[in-house]
């Protein structure tokens, strides 16, 4: 199978065009061999701030836009109620989630004043922020310096690979 992307656009900021899906695609590829995953499933949508805002809320309990979410299938279940499932006479449990290795969403508002201050392309900005939450999807954080310090070189050498530097 390999790794997939699945693109969703939720927005009208901007136009999601192949080209774009295709660098996206190129980073995730990229970004699996230095991690070492070589299977599996992101799903990535592009929303704007309204949404983001809203999703931000609801999960993580932050009542402001962010610029990327990112929703691991592997997390630990600890704060999650537990699911009861019924099953029928010779029926097996399955996960539903198959490979899936979580969403990740991606306000292309942000995204854009983000570059626009930071003076490099949009392109570069959403690449930056998809491998970001890919990171996320895998466990990484970045709660301390020496975290951050880690996500931001795995994030910057995955990045110029694919000529999208600062």
């Known amino acids: 199978m390999g790794l997939k ?13 192949e080209d774009l899906i295709k660098l996206l695609n190129t980073l995730l590829q990229k970004a699996g061999e230095a991690e070492g995953v070589s299977e599996g499933e992101v799903a990535l949508t592009f929303v704007d701030d309204e949404e983001i805002h ?9 009542d402001r836009p962010t610029d990327v979410l990112s929703f691991a299938m592997n997390e630990s279940l600890e704060d999650e109620q537990e699911i ?5 006479e010779g029926e097996e449990l399955e996960d539903g989630f ?15 004043a983000q570059s626009e201050d930071y003076g490099h392309s949009l392109n570069r900005e959403i690449g930056f922020l998809f491998v970001h939450g890919f990171l ?22 995955v990045l110029a690979q694919v000529g999208l530097t600062r």
């Open 5 to 17: 992307l699945e693109c969703n656009n939720e927005q009208e900021i901007l136009e999601i065009g």
């Open 136 to 157: 996320h999807l895998l466990g990484y954080d970045h709660q301390d310096a020496a975290s951050e310090a880690e996500m931001m070189g795995k994030q910057e050498a």
């Open 54 to 62: 809203a999703l931000n809320r609801e999960y993580r309990g932050i």
């Open 98 to 112: 198959g490979d899936m290795l979580g969403d990740i969403i991606i306000s292309v508002e942000t995204a854009k």
């Open 84 to 88: 009861i499932y019924e099953l029928e």
